[in-house]
């Protein structure tokens, strides 16, 4: 009886998943458990949270019970398969093939997905683990994620490429049933830089108004002939009622391409060029989708009621933020723009026009009759109550610079960060400028006389104004530790490059392009001002969770932005340092704007009325007879 092999017995089948079974295949092609191990089972979960022995008492249990599950669904010639190799070896010996014949037989184990499922049932821990850290914890998550996001959703999650996103989507529209919710069609994850340009049109309707099939910014947007404000093909359509009668110093055969023409002077100018095609891309799809007029054909009472739209844009004109060749780009990202936002489109479309009857485009501006948004005047416009207290930033400064000396993975991403955390908080760099700074713009002065010797850099700020700024001793420190990590020296660099730069550029082709492949091989590739916003930002982070800090520190922190580090060195600055001094280093064109950084009188104000408080309360106490 001992001898004979035995059928094993098991009670009602449990359901498995993708992954488990990714994990059997692995098993049965002769991969080692521990590799099995650490490639597909979390490490904090069962079963390899009990160790190897577990994990592979799993596999071997997960086979036996598929293996009678084949028996009984299975075909007669793959059961006497099975039943020749129990009866041989004891237990079912099973190659690639008859495992993927027993897969096929024994459906009823394979477990259904539900949208209330952890990522890391389905998905192997790797990209569990950076699903989870983005924000994704469960399948259906995912989905809302995906659909928030639109095709470039796999950008928002480090190192979720596009291969991997597309095998994610497409296994989420598989089992769309079981997981109650679907992925939508234009949620196809494409690079936005590799993808052609979709043109998204205003078709009109039979009626004759303007029907918006997908907004889309003005490089892609197609205008029907009624609404462009010139003249369409053999006659048809008709100018603009604004349009000047006189000859147009411009080549301008309808708005778009006016608009276009008004753009391209701020090619050089790359924030202002930013910042005026949005508004311009807001207004021209509101006035021939709302409006249901060319944008040379507004009037007064047009532009009052787009002054009033910008105060609660329609749900249609809101969306995530997302890159300007995605189908889900919208021209606004919040559903309220605040009073001084207002303010500033309503100016920037005032220039805009002026400039068309310049150019003799238009006849006239409507909006020079349209007043301002009311904004309340701050008494200081910039936030600089973000700025550090200095006690707070010296611990914090002493924080990154010994994780910068570690030499764990994390080590030269702490160094990159440093160096850019100081160019902003010692130099009182801006995050553009910091972005932007290269090492040939940085000098050593000798020492003169009394004045020791240092380092300065040169840097275009804003409004392309240069000037020249200090950079101090571990600041220099800093970015020898950076270059360092770029296997270069700062002491005898290449003749171009950025003083902070990323050390590993993917290799897709997107990020090649962006970079240029010669850049990327050479190292002379900088950061975006995107890109170094987000490394302090990861900086801060880490420092806000493994800092030991009060909780007001804590909340402090978590307002914190790069440019707070600016408003922190001015704020320090300003108490020792001649406000004309950090004037010129801020680059401000104006001493008032300087001054709202001395926080010393601030103090003052408060600790003077504080006092005086308190004697007026003193003086109101009822009085003795003796007084």
Request: hydrophobic share 45%.
């Amino acid at each position: 009886m001992a001898n004979r092999p035995q059928q094993l017995m098991l009670p009602s089948s449990r359901t498995y998943s993708r992954t488990e079974f990714a994990a059997l295949r692995a098993r049965v092609q002769g991969v080692s458990v521990s590799t099995i191990a650490r490639l597909y089972f979390d490490p904090d979960t069962a079963p390899y949270a009990g160790g190897l022995d577990q994990v592979e008492s799993f596999l071997r249990t997960m086979r036996d019970e598929l293996v009678q599950l084949a028996l009984l669904h299975g075909s007669p010639v793959l059961a006497d398969h099975l039943k020749a190799s129990i009866k041989k070896h004891g237990s079912a010996k099973l190659t690639a093939v008859t495992l993927r014949m027993v897969e096929q037989a024994s459906r009823l184990a394979a477990a259904v997905p539900t949208g209330n499922h952890p990522v890391g049932l389905w998905f192997r821990p790797l990209i569990a683990l950076r699903l989870t850290a983005a924000g994704i914890p469960t399948l259906g998550a995912l989905i809302d994620f995906c659909n928030l996001r639109g095709g470039s959703w796999w950008r928002a999650v480090p190192r979720i490429g596009l291969l991997r996103a597309q095998v994610l989507i497409a296994w989420l529209r598989r089992h769309a049933d079981s997981l109650g919710a679907t992925v939508a069609d234009d949620v196809d994850p494409v690079d936005p830089l590799e993808a052609s340009a979709t043109v998204a049109r205003v078709m009109l309707s039979p009626a004759g108004t303007a029907v918006a099939t997908m907004l889309a910014p003005l490089e892609r947007v197609a205008v029907p002939h009624a609404l462009s404000g010139g003249e369409g093909p053999h006659g048809t359509g008709k100018r603009g009622t604004n349009r000047a009668p006189v000859f147009s110093y411009l080549r301008a055969a309808h708005d778009l391409d006016a608009v276009r023409a008004y753009l391209h002077r701020y090619r050089d100018r790359p924030a202002t060029l930013r910042a005026y095609t949005r508004e311009l891309d807001r207004l021209l799809l509101w006035a021939i989708t709302v409006r249901g007029t060319a944008l040379s054909s507004l009037t007064v009472d047009d532009c009052e009621a787009y002054k009033d739209f910008l105060a609660s844009p329609s749900a249609a004109f809101v969306g995530p933020r997302t890159a300007r060749q995605s189908p889900r780009w919208r021209p606004f990202a919040t559903a309220s723009l605040s009073p001084d936002s207002q303010r500033y489109a309503v100016r920037a479309l005032r220039a805009a026009f002026d400039w068309f009857i310049a150019v003799r485009y238009l006849a006239g501006n409507p909006w020079q009759a349209v007043n301002d948004p009311v904004t309340v005047r701050r008494a200081h416009a910039m936030r600089i109550e973000r700025s550090l207290p200095a006690g707070l930033w010296i611990r914090i400064r002493r924080f990154v610079e010994e994780r910068s000396a570690g030499l764990d993975a994390t080590g030269p991403r702490w160094r990159a960060a440093r160096a850019a955390a100081l160019l902003m908080g010692d130099s009182g760099l801006r995050n553009t400028e910091a972005a932007l700074a290269r090492r040939e713009q940085l000098r050593y002065v000798p020492a003169d006389g009394e004045v020791p010797a240092s380092w300065e850099l040169e840097v275009l700020g804003k409004g392309r104004k240069q000037r020249t700024v200090p950079v101090s001793d571990a600041c220099i420190a800093a970015l020898a530790a950076h270059w360092r990590d770029r296997e270069l020296d700062l002491a005898a660099p290449p003749p171009s490059a950025p003083l902070v730069a990323p050390l590993v550029i993917p290799a897709t082709q997107a990020a090649q392009r962006r970079h240029g492949e010669d850049q990327a091989q050479s190292g002379r590739a900088g950061y975006s001002g995107n890109g170094i916003r987000g490394l302090v930002n990861w900086a801060v982070r880490q420092v806000r969770e493994q800092l030991v800090i009060t909780e007001d520190e804590r909340r402090q922190l978590a307002d914190t932005t790069p440019h707070a580090l600016r408003h922190t060195f001015a704020t320090q600055a300003a108490v020792d340092v001649p406000l004309d001094v950090v004037q010129r280093v801020l680059g401000h064109a104006s001493l008032q704007t300087t001054t709202i950084y001395v926080q010393a009188e601030k103090k003052r104000v408060r600790r003077e009325l504080v006092g005086y408080y308190q004697r007026m309360a003193g003086a109101g106490a009822p009085r003795s007879e003796h007084d």
